[in-house]
């Protein structure tokens, strides 16, 4: 018998319908549940996608040094993945990120080095570019590498037309490196051009992890605005409050980025009528427990 690898069950997660918060005017709301990958995000796809590919490229090779500048979820799924396949994992990250994802990426043995809250994730991929210079590592660079995308083309694109039967109308997914939005977009698109694609930003001021307002320098390369239809901008209060939301009403337990697509998601269904409206739901919620947002008095 051919029994699967880890690697074998990442993607095919499950989409499933609101029931109890509702979208009005005949408008279905449908959530992509991330969360049920191996390492628990959306970021599983792109990580495995982005070391097997430069594999078959002979650019990498097990035992050799990766580095990887990242907010969270890419790194603990990159750590799985380098644990899985055999090289050492260096991860730069602001340290503000929650005490959970930390210690997720130690456990699969990876190495962090932080940077300060104040340098944040351009400060993270500025050193990540120096130490390559220096060659402490090879890079994988989710922000400019289009296995990042493709990953997203290939599997979660599909998953949603096939899940859909084709029906979908609108496609919302938050904002950080763009690989999903701009995967899936380009799938979906192909399918039917007729299909919405809004992506959500943090307002101005907002700390919403996993969602990101980039300065223009460091844009990801692998963003194509003409991609994405309409860009809506998220509140803190309001993507926090969503969370929370998911986890009463609907018994998605989720992160801060994913209370944001559901509240991108209900603004859409204000203004439209028998839509098929689907959402990323990144991750699990369990990975932000400490930061407070779940504690009893919210």
């Known amino acids: 018998m051919d029994f699967p690898t880890l690697e074998d069950v ?41 070391i097997a590919e430069a594999e078959a490229r002979g650019e990498i090779a097990p035992g050799d040094t990766l580095i990887e500048a990242t907010s969270g979820n ?69 922000f400019a590498n289009p296995d990042n995308p493709m ?18 109308t609108h496609f919302i997914s938050s ?38 307002r980039w300065p223009e320098a460091y844009l990801p390369s692998i963003f194509e605005p003409a991609r994405v239809d309409r860009v809506i901008d998220v509140g803190q209060t309001e993507a926090e409050e969503h969370m929370r939301r998911l986890a009463r009403e609907e018994g998605i337990f989720a992160g801060v980025s994913s209370g944001g697509s559901l509240a991108g998601a209900l603004k859409v269904a204000e ?3 028998n839509a098929v409206i689907a959402f990323i739901v990144c991750d699990r919620g369990d990975r932000y427990l400490s930061t407070g947002l779940y504690a009893p008095e919210q």
């Open 151 to 168: 990953a997203h083309y290939r599997t979660t694109g599909p998953e949603l037309w096939r899940q859909t039967e084709g029906t979908i």
């Open 271 to 273: 203004e439209v009528e």
């Open 10 to 50: 990442v993607g095919n997660t499950p989409l499933v319908r609101l029931k109890r918060i509702a979208a009005g005017r005949n408008n279905t709301l449908l959530a992509k549940l991330e969360g049920n990958n191996p390492a628990g995000s959306v970021k599983d796809r792109p990580a495995l996608s982005m």
């Open 74 to 142: 890419t790194g603990i799924a990159l750590a799985m993945a380098a644990a899985m396949k055999g090289y050492r994992m260096v991860l730069i990250m602001p340290d503000n990120a929650s005490n959970e994802r930390k210690q997720a990426m130690a456990a699969f043995g990876a190495e962090l080095i932080p940077v300060t809250r104040e340098e944040g994730m351009e400060g993270a991929r500025d050193l990540a570019n120096s130490m390559v210079s220096r060659g402490e590592g090879k890079p994988l660079n989710q």
């Open 175 to 212: 904002m950080g490196t763009t690989g999903t939005i701009m995967g899936v977009s380009r799938y979906l698109k192909e399918q039917n051009p007729d299909v919405q694609i809004i992506g959500l930003q943090p307002e101005d001021g907002a700390s919403i992890a996993g969602i990101r």
